[in-house]
């Protein structure tokens, strides 16, 4: 069964930190680019930061030098560490996995993450 699942979302202060984390299982993790996306209220899920299955990371231009995506390949995960946050990065973020550029993506259950002014 294939399973994402997030921790380490929460409320922090603007210009805080917070480091998300997404297990995965039921994948062969190695082969898959990973990925994190975010959904605030009222918007289209987005883009915030990709890592393919080589290590090229892409960012959305909202995080660009703030969040870093990085994977572990022995443990089979995937964290987003976000620096400098600020109110405009309050959204559910959700941990994808996609074998291809013409795949379908995974998707975790998502993780609340809220930044207070």
């Known amino acids: 069964q294939v399973q994402l699942v997030e921790s380490g979302g929460g409320l922090v202060q603007v210009g805080g930190s917070l480091r998300l984390s997404c297990a995965a299982s039921?994948?062969?993790?190695?082969?898959?680019?990973m990925g994190w996306y975010r959904q605030a209220p009222g918007k289209q899920r987005e883009l915030v930061a990709t890592?393919?299955?080589?290590?090229?990371?892409n960012y959305a231009d909202s995080v660009e030098g703030r969040f870093t995506i990085s994977r572990g390949n022995a443990k089979n995960t995937v964290d987003l560490q976000m620096n400098n946050l600020e109110p405009e990065d309050t959204a559910v973020y959700y941990c994808?996995?996609?074998?291809?550029?013409?795949?379908?993506?995974?998707w975790g259950q998502g993780t609340q993450v809220t930044v207070s002014s």
């Open positions: 994808s996995a996609r074998l291809g550029a013409f795949s379908d993506n995974i």
């Open positions: 039921g994948i062969g993790f190695s082969a898959y680019t």
């Open positions: 890592i393919s299955s080589r290590s090229s990371t």
